[in-house]
């Protein structure tokens, strides 16, 4: 090993001497890799920066009435959480950092098809996120509409709606860029042999996700722009007073949402159906029915926005519509967790920190998906929308089943990444703490919810108190697990052990090549003769 390491071939991507050293040879880069940690690092930045508003917003419901802040903070702390949280943290989230890093490596190619626009969408990124947060520093603060930006509030508003609408607008633009480098990146540089049967799963997400990025992304891009042009040209988009429809603002807004939740979670089902074969020792269950699957939510998905706005007011035939729909996407989801749950049956299971993951996931992805069920039948929607319900519904999904994706990719693909260890005992204290504090955190919503406590209010009825400590407590224990997992992570990225090509027995292209990668990350392209998760 030595021998080989001086050897220019075996250099490590992050060895490599190129035109510009420390801070510069990254943010400067186009090399995939480089430019997946650089998402890397600044989405774990705002993740933790969300992490600390979440946390005060918790603080603020520990009991009733005034605690450590006054409503209108309130408003514009969760405006924020939420806005960093879906458009900083987990729409980028899992294409932008394990996308950018593997999608070239498990597909046999060496780069992603446009280098350069790879590096810009990062750039985008990180001006869009700099305008978003700019208007917590101007006069007026930050705005208080929720992440949503709802007519007629968010052009009525005196906080500084602009930097945020703005912001997520430049935004749309960095999530187009990537969509469009992965569909060409997976349609023209497969390896040899890969046909499209023969790709790795995750990558079929992010496919998926592709789609959606550039099919939907602009419809919010315009939407945005709706609301520049009703606060500063006074256009009557959405004002009734200027001949307006503030409906027509939801309808424009969740056309766009509720396929970008599928932006979300496609790769994040992608990852766990990475994760779980290899933990497994076996060959993933229903390959072609999780591909297929994964293709039919990119597709229902454009057709269930309504039932974000059952009590909006819209047409009774609209209504019965939208519901049927939303029972149909279920479908799909709940083939994937079948498929899932039958690799795993009568296999034998190395239990290490990324199959604790997702294990976890499995099952706050089950809890977050039936939940959502109950959301899309018209008669317990009209009771649950707006209450505390939905709050624990999305954060089941959308920190359960994203966020512990995310967790258990980067502890799957750490040794890659880092081409080091992290301590596996203490990842798993880690896990166990986070995954109890979020139980703890979450449950008491669905319960304050059908108890008819309402979302986005910073004060309660005596009655909901006991619960509402019950959620804070847990989002303590969650900050503690989330700080282990994070010391343990850079600890073991300083000075863990040196890892091997393949730690966990995985198949697919990725654990053929060095702990980290090299520059081009093949010396020869491979060629693919058999599929991806081969343990025959
Ligand atoms: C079985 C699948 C799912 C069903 C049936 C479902 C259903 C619903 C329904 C009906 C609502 C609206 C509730 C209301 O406000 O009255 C809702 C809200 C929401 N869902 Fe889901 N959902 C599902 C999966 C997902 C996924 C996969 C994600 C994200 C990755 C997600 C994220 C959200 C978010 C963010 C909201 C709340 C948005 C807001 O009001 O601010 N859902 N869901
Ligand atoms: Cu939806």
Redesign the pocket.
Same mark, same amino acid.
């Given at each position: 090993m030595a021998q080989e390491e001086v050897t220019q071939s075996h250099v490590s991507f992050r060895d490599v001497k190129g035109k510009y050293t420390g801070l510069f040879a990254w943010i400067f880069s186009t090399d995939h890799k480089r430019v997946g940690l650089l998402y890397l690092y600044s989405i774990i930045t705002f993740f933790l920066t969300g992490v600390v508003l979440g946390i005060f917003m918790k603080l603020e419901l520990m009991a009733p009435g005034r605690t450590v802040m006054d409503a209108a903070t309130y408003n514009a702390i969760f405006t924020l959480h939420g806005v960093i949280m879906i458009f900083l943290v987990v729409v980028p989230g899992l294409p932008a950092i394990f996308g950018n890093f593997m999608l070239p490596i498990m597909i046999g190619a060496k780069d992603v098809a446009f280098p350069k626009l790879n590096l810009l969408s990062w750039w985008v990124y990180a001006l869009g996120a700099i305008v978003a947060l700019s208007s917590l520093f101007m006069a007026g603060g930050p705005p208080d509409t929720?992440?949503?930006f709802y007519a007629p509030y968010s052009f009525k508003t005196n906080t500084n709606m602009l930097p945020a609408v703005i912001g997520a607008f430049i935004l749309g633009f960095s999530s187009i860029l990537t969509g469009i480098n992965f569909i060409v990146t997976i349609h023209r540089m497969r390896a040899p042999g890969m046909t499209w049967f023969k790709m790795p799963l995750f990558p079929w997400t992010l496919y998926g996700t592709a789609w959606i990025q550039i099919l939907a992304t602009p419809i919010v891009g315009i939407t945005l722009l709706m609301i520049v042009g009703e606060r500063i040209l006074n256009i009557g988009f959405f004002d009734p007073a200027l001949g307006g429809d503030p409906i027509l603002y939801q309808h424009l807004f969740w056309i766009y949402s509720h396929p970008a939740?599928?932006i979300?979670?496609l790769p994040a089902m992608g990852a766990i159906s990475e994760i779980i074969p290899t933990f497994a020792n076996k060959t993933i269950f229903g390959y072609k029915a999780i591909v297929i699957s994964t293709l039919a939510i990119a597709f229902v998905g454009y057709f269930v926005w309504g039932?974000?706005m059952?009590?909006a007011g819209m047409s009774g035939t609209a209504l019965y519509v939208f519901s049927l729909l939303?029972?149909l996407?279920?479908i799909p989801?709940a083939i994937k967790v079948f498929n899932w749950v039958s690799t795993l049956h009568k296999a034998s299971i190395q239990l290490e920190p990324p199959f604790f993951w997702a294990a976890s996931f499995l099952f706050v992805f089950m809890v +977050? +998906?039936l939940s959502?069920?109950a959301? +899309?039948a018209l008669a317990t929607?009209v009771h649950?929308?707006?209450t505390a319900f !939905?709050v624990a519904?999305?954060h089941y999904? !959308?920190f359960g +089943? !994203?966020g512990f994706a995310f967790m258990g990719a980067i502890h799957y693909w750490f040794p890659k990444m880092w081409g080091r260890m992290y301590n596996t005992r203490v990842a798993t204290v880690g896990w166990m703490a986070f995954f109890t504090g979020f139980c703890f955190l979450y449950t008491p919503m669905f319960l304050l919810g059908i108890q008819g406590m309402p979302r986005r209010y910073y004060d309660y009825v005596d009655r909901f108190h006991g619960l509402n400590v019950v959620s804070t407590v847990g989002s303590w224990v969650l900050f503690i697990g989330l700080a282990i997992i994070i010391i343990n992570l850079v600890r073991g990225a300083r000075k863990g052990p040196i890892a091997p090509k393949d730690p966990w027995g995985g198949k697919t292209l990725e654990w053929t090549i060095d702990s980290p990668p090299t520059l081009e990350n093949f010396e020869e392209i491979p060629v693919i003769t058999k599929g991806p998760y081969d343990y025959s």
């Open positions: 929720g992440w949503t939740v599928y979300m979670i039932h974000h059952f009590t939303t029972f996407v279920a989801s +977050g +998906g959502g069920l959301l +899309g929607n649950l929308h707006d !939905v519904h999305f999904i !959308v +089943g !994203v």
